[in-house]
């Protein structure tokens, strides 16, 4: 198979996409960029704009009335945490390259990028959406949804830190917001019902709901917030409490069941008020195609030729905005990304053959 991908190219745009900050809600610097690059290759480009965020970058290459392909990425990071020890702007080192957000998920944006400057006129259509704020509310993708903007297509492609597997699906997620209600005293704990101790009772309890319900995933504390006294023990306390769940589970059921179990919290003597955090964006609701889907069929044939056998498949075990493609789009929609490691953990990296590949992968899903 002749080669298709541009290697220097690919690499140079990934070294422009990691030194460019995009901090989640600060995009605009990678908008700008984007725009201008795309505007080269593309048949058309637009910017949407999205609240809190710098807007979507649109490109669109080939359009026809079907079989049409989406790809799409976000273009925001998480501000940068301690201990990296690389420069989080790029650093090249062998054949890993390291920055913040290089593997989640700006290395999968260049290699779809490069797809699109490859892609044939006779090929299939494409839509290349960079999106805003995936690490936050997804308000990117869920504009993007009501827009009215995307035509008929087939299937996703959504970045993601997949190791070039290919998943299938994603779990759903909830954030509940616990207020804990004591009773303030001062001098002895005794005298009064700290909120902050009975706070610990009820994430202590939380966490091991997954292991003893049946049904798996994960629950994490985001916050404990409790106001900030002198002498007086504190009688109120918020916890924030995320909530992961397969697919396959009602997110009703999983809603309600969660709450039954946080009240029966052993030995809590504080009251409790549960309720979901707010957000301007719905919870994603998980999904899950079969492993005998056309389109991921359809993938898994252009992989063996391209890789020479199928890609390993699973299920992301978080949210995605594949999700949103998925639950509120209708769209077949499937995760992939190249071989990396330390997302949002210091001295991210990913491995550039794979983004080679990955982008050959994705050039040949694109041929007539």
Known sequence: MARMVNTDRLKNVLIDLVSIKSFRGKEGELVYYLQDLLARYADKVIHQPVKECAGNVIAYKNIKDSDNILFLAHMDTFEIYSN??????????????????????KSTLAAMIEALINSPDDGKGLVLAAVCDAEGFSRG????????????VRGAIVAGPTNM????????????????TGVSSSGTEESGINAIVEAAKIILWAIELPKVDGIGGSVAPLTIKSPELIIAHPDKCLIRLDRHYPPGQDPGVIRKRFME???????????????????????????????????????????????????????????S??????RLGNIKSVILGPE?????????????????????????????
Request: hydrophobic share 35%.
């Open 84 to 105: 990296w020890t690389r420069n989080p702007w790029g650093e090249l080192e062998g054949e890993r390259f390291y920055g913040l957000g290089v593997y989640d998920d």
């Open 261 to 319: 179990y946080i009240r029966r919290t052993p030995e809590l003597k504080a009251k409790v008020s549960i309720s979901l955090m707010k957000r301007p964006t719905p919870f994603m609701e998980p999904y899950e195609l079969p492993e005998g889907d056309d389109f991921v069929e359809y993938i898994q044939g252009v992989a063996s030729s391209v890789l020479g056998g199928r890609m390993e498949t699973s299920v992301y075990w978080t949210v």
């Open 340 to 368: 990396g490691g330390n997302h949002h953990s210091p001295d991210e990296y990913v491995k550039l053959p794979s983004v080679f590949t990955l982008a050959e992968l994705l050039s040949e899903l694109l041929k007539g």
């Open 321 to 326: 905005d594949a999700n949103y493609l998925s």
């Open 165 to 180: 597997r290919l998943f299938r699906g994603a779990y759903g997620r909830f954030v509940f917001d616990i207020d804990v």
């Open 141 to 152: 993708t869920y504009e993007l949804l009501r827009s009215g903007l995307l035509p008929k």
